[in-house]
């Protein structure tokens, strides 16, 4: 399993041939006589709600630098996606929740970056259950708490999934 097209086989490193299985083409090893499956990556993300207002993260890195988003990013591969949603919040924010104070609000598939899919599990939490003032640190260039009027303007760049995921927040924890 990998989650870009895979050239070579990740457990014998032979190089892959295309081949068409269950109606998709496939990379395949022929030594190892088996499929290399390509699959989305699981990211998670939390999106504090103060009131009316969502804190976001400006992106210091790619994809999408410059970029305002939901903190948020990857799970270890042990890590359940609510304790993966808060180690994130806190690295990017230097805020900190528990994670059994998380609302699951959804999940989506994100447009591929360089071929990389990422499927998202998105939650939401007052800031009232947070602990900690927000300041930028890993990632991140700059956060801030926005109104969704405020992000509707052409005045900040956002992830794509973003203004979704700050609606669906808002609904809720109304
Ligand atoms: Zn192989």
């Not at 499927?119 to 700059?142: I, R």
């Not at 992000?151 to 760049?157: A, I, V």
Request: charged fraction near 30%; glycine fraction near 8%; hydrophobic fraction near 30%.
């Amino acid at each position: 399993m990998t989650v870009r097209p895979a050239d070579y086989c990740p457990d014998c490193g032979t190089e892959t041939t295309a081949r068409e299985i269950e109606g998709r083409e496939r990379r395949y090893c022929e030594s190892c006589a088996r499929p290399v499956f390509q699959n989305p990556a699981p990211g998670t993300d939390v999106t504090v709600v103060d009131d009316d207002r969502v804190l976001l993260v400006e992106r210091a890195a790619p994809p999408g630098t410059g970029e305002w988003t939901v903190p948020g990013g990857h799970m270890e591969a042990d890590e359940h996606p609510r304790t993966a949603a808060v180690r994130e919040l806190r690295e990017e924010t230097g805020v900190s929740a528990d994670p059994d104070d998380l609302t699951l609000i959804g999940t989506d598939l994100l447009d591929p970056f360089r071929g990389k899919y990422v499927v998202n599990v998105g939650f939401a939490v007052p800031a009232t259950d947070t602990a900690g003032k927000p300041t930028a640190e890993s990632d991140a260039s700059d956060v801030s708490f926005f109104t969704p009027d405020e992000l509707d303007g052409d005045e900040y760049e956002l992830r794509p999934h973003v203004r979704d995921r700050v609606d669906a927040a808002l609904d809720a924890l109304d």
